[in-house]
């Protein structure tokens, strides 16, 4: 129960026992009662949310946006704001037609790609933290520093609604991705290293998925 609902219900609790003074039973039909209207309307809004998103992903294909992009920033969920989501999806758009945004999906398919394919190898899940004493090559510790530095900036854009200003803070993270990917081969024979690595790509997609469900995108 969210926090409206549960003070809501302590208001009408009281109400309830003002109105029928202690006969419990009346006033748990009342309570049962008052839950099932609020489902009701949160169903119906619901419906209504959803009604206007198919509505608006119709109207933005209509006006040239690659479904894919649309997709990719409606997978991200819980936002109930349609216009902040218009103007993510044309902020995408746009950054994806550029060579930054065009070689960055390049890249994050890259390490999504080897992330997957060496989790299903290995039995296990490269979602742990990644720790930059374990990086062996300059390129590992570049890589390391360009997160550090986006991760918190593209959130500070995103808090703003500034999303031409996200996609900016992940464009920085294209040259570094690329040189990691040309100098550093991610299985090493140390398991330790390798391990880090395969974080460190994952950490790759944590970082870009603030954004949009890059996986959704075609390319």
Not at 37 to 62: C, W, Y
Not at 133 to 148: G, I, M, P, T, V
Not at 183 to 190: G, H, I
Request: net charge negative; hydrophobic share 45%.
């Amino acid at each position: 129960m969210c926090a409206n609902e549960s003070e809501g219900q302590g208001g009408i609790d009281k109400t309830l026992a003002e109105m029928f003074g202690d006969d419990e039973a009346s006033i748990k039909r009342e309570v049962e009662r008052y839950k099932g209207i609020i489902r009701i309307i949160n169903e119906i809004s619901m419906d209504l949310l959803s009604f206007f998103a198919d509505r608006l992903k119709i109207h933005l294909r209509d006006q040239g946006i690659r479904h894919d992009v649309i997709q990719a920033c409606f997978d991200l969920g819980g936002q109930d704001d349609l216009v902040l989501l218009v103007n993510r999806v044309r902020a995408l758009q746009d950054f994806l037609g550029t060579d930054d945004g065009a070689n960055l999906l390049i890249g994050y398919k890259r390490a999504s790609n080897i992330v997957v394919a060496e989790e299903k190898n290995d039995g296990v899940e490269y979602s742990g933290t990644p720790e930059a004493k374990f990086a062996e090559q300059d390129e590992e510790r570049a890589l390391f520093k360009a997160l550090d530095a986006a991760e918190p900036a593209i959130a500070a854009a995103l808090e703003t609604e500034d999303f031409a200003a996200a996609m900016g803070e992940m464009a920085k993270l294209r040259p570094v991705i690329d040189s990691f990917f040309d100098k550093v081969t991610v299985n090493a024979e140390n398991a330790i290293v390798r391990r880090n690595r395969l974080c460190l790509l994952n950490r790759i997609r944590s970082v870009m998925r603030q954004v949009a469900v890059w996986d959704a995108i075609e390319g």
